[in-house]
T-cell receptor, first 118, second 112 residues
Framework: GAVVSQHPSWVICKSGTSVKIECRSLDFQATTMFWYRQFPKQSLMLMATSNEGSKATYEQGVEKDKFLINHASLTLSTLTVTSAHPEDSSFYIC??????????????FGPGTRLTVL | QKEVEQDPGPLSVPEGAIVSLNCTYSNSAFQYFMWYRQYSRKGPELLMYTYSSGNKEDGRFTAQVDKSSKYISLFIRDSQPSDSATYLCAMSASAAGNKLTFGGGTRVLVKP
């Protein structure tokens, strides 16, 4: 099956520091990757869509300068939370999609990264 | 009003019972309907997807879509304790699987 990994699985940082989260598709090439945010007992909210080699498309209300996304290769996308604050504490989940044509192109989700900002 | 509504539960059932989950939505552009299972502190796992209206069965899982009512359902037969998880419905307007709009999730507890 298609496997997506995230690193780190959890991270604790001090307020004002930056944190980088990696998302990798391990056994397929991901033309498109997505970043979601999930608060406790709430659903996933799409933050941005990234295509390899181009700028990410951010959803309304998501600060581009705060959540920097880089999709440098077909197997790696990174999310950097800059100048993190306690309100940025959340569960960040990425997904990757291989554009294979067909009826539906499934997104495969990573295991998520728990960010706690002190 | 949210685009996709889902009862948060928790829904507690005895082992072997049928679990019935549903979502309602407001955007008539949605054509692809998915059900995901998410264990605590893990990413969602796709269980089933359905295109347009109709039923789809896969093992113990049956998904139903009624576009006229903007209502989708997931049934889990012969439920097992390992089915205990949060179930998320998600919808997309395109086959490209671009923007998925998720429901809030229903927490299910199957008691042995």
């Amino acid at each position: 099956g298609a496997v997506v990994s995230q690193h780190p699985s959890w991270v604790i940082c001090k307020s004002g520091t930056s944190v980088k989260i990696e998302c990798r598709s391990l056994d397929f090439q991901a033309t498109t990757m997505f970043w979601y945010r999930q608060f406790p007992k709430q659903s996933l909210m799409l933050m941005a869509t990234s295509n390899e080699g181009s700028k990410a498309t951010y959803e309304q209300g998501v600060e581009k300068d705060k959540f920097l996304i880089n999709h440098a290769s077909l197997t790696l996308s990174t999310l950097t939370v800059t100048s993190a604050h306690p309100e940025d504490s959340s569960f960040y989940i990425c997904s990757a999609r291989a554009d294979r044509g067909g009826v539906y192109n499934e997104q495969f989700f990573g295991p998520g990264t728990r960010l706690t900002v002190l | 009003q949210k685009e996709v509504e889902q009862d948060p539960g928790p829904l507690s059932v005895p082992e072997g019972a049928i679990v019935s989950l549903n979502c309602t939505y407001s955007n008539s552009a949605f054509q692809y309907f998915m059900w995901y299972r998410q264990y605590s502190r893990k990413g969602p796992e796709l269980l089933m997807y359905t295109y347009s209206s109709g039923n789809k069965e896969d093992g113990r899982f049956t998904a139903q879509v009624d576009k006229s009512s903007k209502y989708i359902s997931l049934f889990i037969r012969d439920s097992q304790p390992s089915d205990s998880a949060t179930y998320l419905c998600a919808m997309s307007a395109s086959a490209a699987g671009n923007k998925l709009t998720f429901g809030g999730g229903t927490r299910v507890l199957v008691k042995p």
